[in-house]
C-alpha cells in the first residue's frame, strides 16, 4: 500500500462543457486525455486521492492542508452553479501528514484555513474522476513560497503517511503550465513562455524528476506557469522509485499550456533520491562561495554568525584592508537562502565611523530586523548567500532615462518618505519596474510624481 500512480493534469474550467458551452472542444486531446486518466484512477481503486492545487489557499512561509471532515463546491464563479461537488477528507491521513510534517519542521498543517469552499483546481479534475470513480476521499493541500525543494520533501511526507497508514493513495498534480504563449492570450505573449512549456513536458513526459530544481524562480515567473511547485510535491511522493511516466497530451490554443502526463510507481531505487542530490550540490556550491568571499562578506557573515549564536556583535579584526577601516560609505548587506531573499537592511549614505562598522551594524539587521522576515535560526547559517553593496555618492538626476537598471541603483523621494533600490537584481529588467518597487518600499503611491537620484555600487561577494 501507499502512493501506487500520479498524474499532472491542468484546470482550465472551460474544458466542463457547461462552461465551455462548444470550446471545450478546441481542447479535444486534453479531454480524451482526462478520460484516460479516469480510467487509470477507477483501476486503481485508491482509498484517498490527494490532491494539490495552485488555487487553494497559498501562503508565502507554510503548506495548507484543508481540515474538517469535507468541503463543497461549485462551478459559480464560472457561470455554472449547477456544476456542484461533495468531497469527504481522509482526517486520519491529514492528521498523519501533519505529524510527519512536523518531524522534519516542515512548516505544513491546517492552521490558517480562509475559505472551505473546493476551488477550481481542485474540481476540474474532480468532473472527471467522478464520470468513472466515486469511492475516494481526499486530502487537498495548497502550494506555498517555499522552495521547491521543500514541496519536494512534502511529497516524501505525503508518501510517508500513505505508507504508515496502508492507504492506497493516488496523487494529482493540479496545474496549468506557461500562462503567456500568445499575444493574443489572455496573459500575453512572453518568449520564456513556450521555452517553459518546451521544457517541462520534456522533464515530465521522461519523469526526470531532478530537472524540476533547475527551473530558477525568474524564469518560472516570466513564464507565467501555474503548477511547478504541484509537480515538484508530486515527484516527491516518488522518491528513491522508479516510475514509469507517459506524456498523453499537450495542447495551448487559448495561450495557456495544458499538459497531462501519468506515472506509475514501479521497484524501489535509491539512486532516485533527488533532494538528497540537490542539497548535496547545494553544500557543495555554498562551500565553494565561501571559499571565495571578500574581506567584506567575510566581515558581514562572522558577524551573522556571532550574533545569532551569542547576540554579541564582533569587534573589527585589525587585519581588515584599510580602505574597510577608513572609508566612509553607505552599505547594504543582503542575505539569501535557497536562491530567496532572506534579509536587506542598508543605509544610503555613511552613518558610522567607517565601511567596516557599517557593515557590522547593517549585517545584524538584515539578520534580525528586516520586517519582511523572521529572524535567522542557527540552523540556517551554513544556508545562507551574502553579499555587501558599497554605495557611492547619490546623484539627482531628471528623467528615468538616465537610469540603467545593471549600472545605477536608484533613491526615489517624495515629501519626507525616500525609497531606494539596489542595482542589477535578478527579475528586476526595466526602469519603470525598478522606479515601482523603489516607490512601493517607500510607501509612495506608483501614480505619484518623484525626485530621483541614481548612484553606483560596487558589489563585493
Given amino acids: ?56 489557499i497559498m501562503y508565502a512561509d507554510y503548506f495548507h492542508i484543508s481540515p474538517g471532515r469535507g468541503a463543497k463546491g461549485d462551478f459559480g464563479n464560472f457561470r455554472a452553479k449547477d456544476v456542484k461537488f461533495e468531497v469527504s477528507y481522509d482526517t486520519e491521513f491529514v492528521d498523519e501528514l501533519c505529524l510527519l510534517a512536523g518531524e522534519r519542521n516542515l512548516p505544513a ?20 474522476v467522478n464520470q468513472f470513480y466515486s469511492s475516494y476521499k481526499i486530502v487537498r493541500i495548497g502550494l506555498s513560497g517555499l522552495p521547491l525543494v521543500k514541496h519536494y520533501e512534502l511529497g516524501e511526507c505525503i508518501r510517508e503517511a500513505a505508507r504508515r497508514l496502508g492507504r492506497k493513495t493516488v496523487v494529482i498534480a493540479s496545474g496549468d503550465l506557461s500562462h503567456k504563449l500568445k499575444e493574443d492570450g489572455p496573459y500575453g505573449y512572453q518568449k520564456e513562455g513556450p521555452q517553459y512549456d518546451k521544457r517541462i513536458m520534456e522533464v515530465m513526459g521522461a519523469g526526470n524528476f531532478s530537472e524540476l530544481f533547475a527551473f530558477s524562480e525568474k524564469f518560472c515567473d516570466k513564464a507565467g ?68 568571499e571578500d574581506a567584506y562578506v567575510k566581515l558581514a557573515r562572522r ?44 543605509t544610503i549614505q555613511a552613518v558610522r565611523d567607517c565601511v567596516a562598522e557599517e557593515i557590522i551594524e547593517n549585517a545584524v539587521s538584515a539578520a534580525v ?69 523603489a516607490k512601493q518600499k517607500a510607501g509612495i503611491r506608483e501614480s505619484e510624481t518623484v525626485e530621483l537620484e541614481r548612484f553606483e555600487v560596487v558589489r563585493h561577494y
Fill in 303 to 346: 558577524t551573522i554568525e556571532k550574533y545569532i549564536i551569542s547576540g554579541r556583535k564582533p569587534e573589527i579584526p585589525e587585519s581588515l584592508p584599510e580602505e574597510m577601516r577608513e572609508r566612509r560609505a553607505g552599505v547594504f548587506v543582503s542575505i539569501k537562502k535557497d536562491g530567496q531573499l532572506r534579509g536587506c537592511i542598508g
Fill in 225 to 292: 506557469e501555474c503548477g511547478h511547485r504541484s509537480f515538484t510535491i508530486m515527484a516527491g511522493t516518488f522518491d528513491k522509485m522508479d516510475v514509469k511516466a507517459e506524456r498523453l497530451s499537450y495542447e495551448g490554443p487559448f495561450g495557456v499550456g495544458y499538459g497531462i502526463c501519468t506515472y506509475q510507481a514501479l521497484s524501489e531505487n535509491l539512486e532516485r533520491n533527488f533532494r538528497e542530490q540537490y542539497e548535496e550540490k547545494e553544500r557543495q556550491r555554498l562551500s565553494a562561495l565561501r571559499e571565495k
Fill in 1 to 56: 500500500m501507499g502512493i501506487s500512480a500520479a498524474f499532472m493534469v491542468p484546470h482550465p474550467p472551460l474544458i466542463v462543457p457547461e462552461i465551455g458551452r462548444g470550446e471545450e472542444k478546441n481542447i479535444q486531446d486534453t479531454i480524451d486525455a482526462y478520460r484516460e486518466i479516469a480510467r487509470q484512477i477507477k483501476e486503481c481503486a485508491p482509498e484517498t486521492i490527494v490532491i494539490l492545487s495552485p488555487h487553494q
Fill in 109 to 128: 498543517g491546517t492552521m490558517g484555513e480562509r475559505d472551505k469552499k473546493l476551488d477550481h483546481g481542485t474540481m476540474v479534475p474532480l468532473y472527471f
Fill in 369 to 437: 530586523r528586516d520586517p519582511r522576515f523572521s529572524p535567522i535560526e542557527p540552523e540556517e547559517l551554513e544556508y545562507l548567500v551574502i553579499s555587501v553593496d558599497v554605495l557611492g555618492e547619490t546623484e539627482k538626476i531628471s528623467s528615468p532615462e538616465e537610469l540603467d537598471t545593471e549600472k545605477y541603483g536608484v533613491v526615489v523621494t517624495k515629501g519626507h518618505k525616500r525609497g531606494l533600490l539596489l542595482p542589477n537584481l535578478e527579475g528586476v529588467d526595466t526602469v519603470e519596474e525598478q522606479i515601482a518597487i
